[in-house]
């Protein structure tokens, strides 16, 4: 039986494809919600677009019910991590 060769466009292709995959999970930008900074409950989207609204965006973390957790209302305290990405979660 002969040995099947693999073409180098087959070998370009695949490893472009895990190249964008690593790049796309590193920069994906996590999770937000708008929250209210004392209570910490989920508000409307509206909240947070309106210079008048009373809330903030929330990154990261989980809600249980109307409340959110273990995320941070600083964007840059909160990464997302993923594949060949180091996750750090911010409080």
Known sequence: M???RVRSSTVVLGSMG???ATITSCGS???KRCVDPVTH???PSYECKSSSGKGDYYYGGS???SKV????F?????DRGGFGCSG????
């Open 18 to 20: 895990v190249l964008a």
């Open 74 to 78: 600083d964007k840059s305290a909160v």
């Open 29 to 31: 930008d996590p999770d």
């Open 2 to 4: 002969a040995k099947r």
């Open 69 to 72: 957790q273990g995320g941070s």
């Open 41 to 43: 409950s989920k508000l």
């Open 63 to 65: 809600s249980s019910g």
């Open 88 to 91: 750090t979660g911010g409080g």
